[in-house]
């Protein structure tokens, strides 16, 4: 009898635990943030407007909260690059999408690759993102980045 219990609690379980794995949109979702990440490394305002909804609340690596409008008023007040500057390519590994209904959560790792002087130097953020699809189209109105700390090699050794 106690056993039967388990079985019919676990099956139970499963589908709830599976509605929150299983995202059907994933690859759409996967697909519209790294058309996002392109977009965003050459600047592009289209993109972003696209990208954001209306009630954006986006709260940045170094804990400025900011909505959409001041996203936007960035992107475009942003200079357009010299020949010579440093250019920044962002892109994104380890994605992770759960879906709930209209409601999406991704999360992945940002990498933002600059060349300077012949040089690459790579940042990596942590970053999530809250989508809700609206007349059809999926949109953030959550977002979230964490800057990754660089390894302190100095550290590891005091580990060893």
Known sequence: MRRALFLALLLLAVPI?????????????????????????????????????DDLIYTGSTGRRRGKTEVMRD?????????????????????????????????????????KNGSSDVTNYLNSGTFLKRNGKWQVVNWQSTKVPPVDSNAEKKTE
């Open 17 to 53: 635990e599976m509605n929150a794995q299983t995202a059907p949109a994933a690859n759409e979702l996967t697909t519209l943030l790294k058309e996002f990440l392109s977009g965003a490394s050459r600047n592009d305002a289209a993109i972003h407007d696209r990208f954001w909804a």
């Open 75 to 115: 992107v475009r007040s942003a200079p357009a690059p010299k020949p010579g500057d440093p250019g920044t390519v962002y892109t994104a590994e380890d994605i992770r999408v759960q879906q709930y209904g209209k409601t999406a959560i991704i999360a992945f790792r940002l990498v933002a690759t600059t060349q």
